[in-house]
């Protein structure tokens, strides 16, 4: 442990140290001796680690490992440097320029989205709660200083059951100035983020809040109210007035989502600026960043140029997270029932056609609806000699996974990488496989990240590397088993997710990669269960399945944006 950086009634937050790599964390130490009378704080900490244990994004605080020692929970996160946006904001000024705010603002958007694709609500998006990881100065003149940020603070978040749909009976929780009118009704989805989104815009733009709230009856009056019209917003580009109104609209139904502020031209001025910014931007620049480049190793050197280049390579993620209102999702549902093994499953797309595989029976059915931008982009399968196997899985290009597993499927870790992003490192917890670290693909035809994938393997996985294209290794594990044969990635090829077959000991049964370009790259010992995987090359997405008996021999695939008109 090191300095502390503050802390409140559930614990205490410092930094640490890793000791055998010298990274620096943030840790929350929680006493839940101290808390366990109020049950349903305990129960807030238990759920606030199993959803950060289900999300990893740059754009969001991302947990590293949760252990307890008696009565202490341990909960050790990435580090932001920087402090909290709140400490950014100026009264009657906010964050001092429309293109801060707009950066700051679009990086929020991808985290919020990223969140709402697994189900996640945050429930309590304040400055607070938005961690600076890096501040630099834009250009050209006239200069503005310019945050990298991520959404932390987990507290308060709840997985829906199903993302668009309301659930009944929610708890009213948040902060007040920031909680959309719906929470009172105790009836609401999704898009109270979005408000809360809102709230935080209009701040960085005019350094107030857009309405006065002082208890929950001023919330009646809001929907004959418009955002107050004083002091900065008179400043503020029509454009920025817009998508900020957009969002602060009462009625959830009329609210803007997620995928019409990415089209709103505010936003999208991001795309062009974010160039000309990373330009300026150096790691000279960076507040808290001691590290020299003439004597760091490859791999911080690596690590260095990346932060460079952060800016200019997120063009390519913002354009994907854009194009997403362009990519048409060819199926709209899977359902299947399950019993021992998976009985039947069915795809249902979107010009009405159902196709079905396996037989009757079954004890319980499972639905999942897609987004209509939502793609398959891979299937996995744990074979058996009968019904569709003991599970079948599938990775959407929202990473969502949808698993249809029976009782007797052996259990698996599965992590992918959201849409426009690829997979350069993994995180361990013990064994079991919980974190992956994430770059963003480049559009101008610069290589991807890792060159080669090699490892050892004896009952189980003993050991994996990943080296990368300037030379420098990742290894994970330790010592042991037979080695395989390395294998390649092209210049153009990238992970896009992993699978791990779990065990107590080793890194797993076995640890399977995706690529871009379909291929499967799996590291297999002697003890791990027969599974077939397939993936859609790049541009295509899944529409079938192929199978010969209970065996998945191939997929169908279709265009992931439909010719001609795109409808």
């Not at 502390?4 to 929350?28: D, F, I, P």
Request: contains cysteine; aromatic residues 8%; negative net charge.
């Amino acid at each position: 442990l090191c300095s502390e950086l503050g802390g409140g009634s559930q614990g205490r937050v410092y930094t640490c140290t890793r000791l055998n790599s010298g990274n620096q964390y943030a840790v929350k130490i929680v006493n839940t001796k101290a808390i366990e009378l109020r049950e349903n704080t305990l129960t807030n900490l238990r759920r606030e680690i199993n959803i950060m244990r289900e999300l990893h994004h740059p754009r969001i605080v991302n947990l590293q490992v949760a252990f307890w020692e008696g009565s202490l929970c341990f909960i050790v996160m990435d580090f932001a440097r920087g402090g909290d946006l709140y400490s950014k904001l100026e009264r009657g000024q906010g964050l001092g320029s429309e293109l801060a705010s707009r950066h700051v603002a679009f990086q929020l958007l991808e985290g919020i989205g990223y969140m709402h694709s697994h189900k996640v609500i945050h429930r309590d998006l304040k400055p607070e709660n938005v961690l600076v990881t890096r501040t630099f100065l834009s250009g050209p003149e006239p200069e503005h200083e310019m945050y990298d940020v991520k959404i932390g603070d987990f507290g308060l978040s709840k997985v829906l059951k199903r993302v668009g749909e309301s659930d009944m009976g929610m708890t009213a929780c948040g902060t007040l100035d920031y909680l959309a009118p719906e929470v009172f009704t105790g009836q609401y989805d999704e898009r109270i983020d979005l408000w809360s989104f809102g709230v935080l815009l209009y701040m960085m733009l005019c350094g107030a809040f857009p309405f006065e709230i002082e208890s929950w009856s001023d919330f009646k009056g809001l929907a004959a109210k418009r955002v107050n019209p004083l002091g900065a917003w008179q400043l503020v580009s029509p454009e920025a007035q817009d998508l900020a109104q957009g969002l602060l609209t009462v009625d959830p139904a009329e609210r803007l989502g997620i995928d019409a502020c990415f089209r709103h031209p505010w936003l999208s001025e991001e795309l062009s600026e974010a160039a000309m910014v990373a330009e300026a931007s150096s790691p000279d620049f960076a507040s808290g960043s001691p590290e020299n480049a003439g004597d760091a190793s490859p791999e911080r050197q690596r690590s260095m140029a990346l932060r460079k280049l952060a800016l200019s390579t997120v063009t390519h993620a913002n354009i994907s997270l854009m194009a997403r209102s362009q990519r048409r999702g060819v199926v709209k549902q899977i359902s299947g029932c399950v019993g021992d093994a998976v009985d039947n499953v069915e795809m249902f797309l979107h010009d009405g056609s159902v196709r079905s595989y396996g037989g009757k029976g079954g004890v319980q059915r499972q639905s999942w609806h897609l987004h209509h931008n939502e793609c398959i982009l891979a299937v996995a399968q744990e074979t058996r000699d009968a019904y569709v196997g003991n599970s079948l899985v599938f990775y959407t290009s929202e990473s969502q996974i949808i698993s249809l597993q029976g009782r007797e499927a052996r259990n698996k870790s599965r992590l992918v990488a959201p849409y426009g992003s690829q997979i350069t490192g993994l995180q361990f917890e013990g064994n079991r496989l919980t974190g992956i670290y994430l770059e963003l693909v480049h559009s101008d035809g610069r290589p991807s990240a890792v060159e080669e994938i090699s490892g050892s393997v004896g009952s189980a996985v003993d050991n994996l590397a990943f080296k990368f294209r300037d030379g420098s290794i990742r290894r994970y594990g330790k010592e042991g088993g037979v080695r395989t044969v390395p294998k390649t990635l092209g210049p153009d090829e990238y992970i896009i997710l992993v699978e791990q077959g779990r065990r107590e000991t080793f890194l797993g049964n076995s640890l399977a990669f995706f690529t871009s370009l379909g291929n499967i790259i799996e590291l297999k010992g002697l003890e791990a269960c027969r599974s077939q995987r397939f993936v859609a090359p790049a541009g295509c997405q899944i529409c079938g399945l192929k199978l010969e008996g209970s065996l998945l021999v191939g997929i169908d695939t279709c265009p992931m944006v439909p010719s001609g008109n795109g409808e």
